[in-house]
């Protein structure tokens, strides 16, 4: 990174980072409170607060959103006049998924490879840290150009909307002139990267009931309607011979037309074991940020150990559907509840409920805002030239925000490059990346300031 005092302070703040991010991940965050209790957010709530009170942030509040959770607000003003600017990332973490998957525990931030491990690192707790780098490398080297506001969502992997609704009911509270969302990642590390698109999802639960109670397999089975058998067949519909995503009404043709995503280098990314094919058709950038894309993310039946000859009698299953920008998640919320009761055969009985929307976004590359950014990055990372990427993943207070406030130039960074893992087991952040995107961002503020 090319020396400059911005980024020497940085430099010199990294050990502290990675002390705060080693206090915050500690917080088992997960905004399922069924599974997780509700005193961890509270906690990781607390720290952000103070976090903001301690770098002179003024009407710092936990703000009690409609889904049950907390999100954190502060608000730092800059010199008379000046710009205002939103900085956005969330608290709380994915579930760890299997513990034994982790070669280190999953709320411990641990130090391998040159990289931090653990849940949240990089998705989203980093990217809490970065701002915090930022704003203190720059009241290190003559003061916050722009008003600051900075919010932190406590339930954005739950999909549950509560930020989103606390916004539309309080639409005052985020205004600003330019928006940057924290929670993107660079295409790879290295590669400095605005997210320019996100698919919106949607999350809908499934049960087939055909029996009043299971029945034994030997006695019955060959003419009564087996749930779980139902479900997988329900399930299989919704997808083509290639793997591509098959939802009646949905259209699955749109192109990407941004930066390519080699496919060599996509399967060393996601793992794929030797011979297994990809699925769908076109680019791979085609599929990941153009194209929806259906994942059953669990099934409720009898595990394998302990299973009887049983007839089941209901089985039931989790759906995520992501869809590209341009297609209303509403919408497609309902061609999938309609897809799901047309193809479930025999007759039998189907319910289906969503429990989770969020609405697709693209965003406008022509502004200012992201001219200020490319210079900054170009000398975070050396002169290389900022990129334009899409993210498969969701935002959904992206779209909220772009309503409340259609003036605001809304960008995209943060800490979830491909080596992050995030969502994954052994989920990790590049102290590299951290570095140099603190630094990218500080000095994207005093652009934005003097643009």
């Not at 003024?58 to 049950?68: I, N, R, Y």
Request: charged share 20%; net charge negative; aromatic share 6%.
């Amino acid at each position: 990174m090319s020396s400059n005092p911005v980024a020497e302070t940085v430099a010199s703040l990294m050990p502290r980072a990675k002390a705060e991010l080693t206090e915050l991940v500690a917080f088992k965050s997960v905004a399922d409170f069924d599974q997780f209790p509700r005193s961890e957010s509270e906690g990781a709530a607390n720290w952000v607060a103070d976090a903001l009170r301690a770098e002179g942030f003024q009407d710092v509040a936990l703000l009690d959103t409609p889904d049950g959770t907390q999100s954190v607000y502060g608000f730092l003003p800059g010199p008379e006049g000046a710009k205002t600017v939103l900085l956005y990332a969330h608290y709380d973490v994915q579930p760890p998924l299997d513990a034994a998957g982790w070669v280190t525990p999953p709320f411990v931030l641990t130090e391998r490879n040159g990289r931090w491990y653990g849940r949240g690192s990089a998705d989203c707790k980093g990217g809490l840290i970065m701002h915090l780098l930022a704003l203190r490398a720059l009241k290190a080297n003559g003061g916050v150009p722009v008003s600051v506001k900075v919010i932190a969502e406590g339930s954005e992997e739950q999909g549950t909307g509560g930020l989103e609704r606390y916004a539309e009911q309080h639409p005052q509270l985020l205004t600003a002139d330019t928006i940057v969302i924290g929670d993107a990642g660079n295409f790879r590390v290295g590669v400095p990267t605005v997210t320019t698109a996100l698919r919106g999802m949607t999350l809908v639960r499934v049960r087939v009931d055909t029996l009043e109670g299971n029945l034994h397999s030997g006695q019955f089975g060959g003419a009564a309607p087996d749930a779980l058998g139902a479900l997988i067949r329900v399930l299989d519909s919704l997808r083509a011979e290639d793997g591509s995503t098959t939802v009646d009404g949905l259209t699955s043709a749109e192109q990407w037309d941004g930066l390519q995503y080699d496919e060599a280098q996509f399967r060393k990314d996601a793992k794929v074991l030797d011979e297994v094919e990809l699925i769908g058709s076109g680019t791979v950038a085609d599929r990941i940020w153009a194209r929806p894309a259906v994942t059953v993310l669990g099934i409720d039946c009898p595990p394998v150990i302990g299973a009887t000859p049983s007839v089941q009698a209901g089985a039931r299953a989790l759906i995520s559907l992501r869809v590209p920008p341009g297609v209303d998640a509403a919408e497609a919320t309902k061609l999938l509840q309609a897809h799901l009761e047309a193809h479930t055969p025999w007759g039998a009985r189907v319910q289906t409920e969503q429990i989770g929307q969020g609405q697709a976004f693209r965003a406008d590359t022509t502004s200012p805002a992201y001219a200020a950014m490319a210079e900054a990055m170009s000398i975070a990372y050396d002169g290389a030239e900022m990129q334009y990427a899409g993210q498969g993943g969701s935002i959904p207070l992206c779209n909220t925000l772009a309503s409340l406030y259609p003036q605001a130039e809304i960008l995209l960074i943060g800490l979830s490059e491909p080596e992050a893992q995030i969502h994954a087991v052994n989920e990790s952040v590049s102290p590299e990346e951290l570095e140099r995107l603190a630094v990218a961002e500080a000095l994207f503020l005093r652009n934005y300031a003097a643009s």
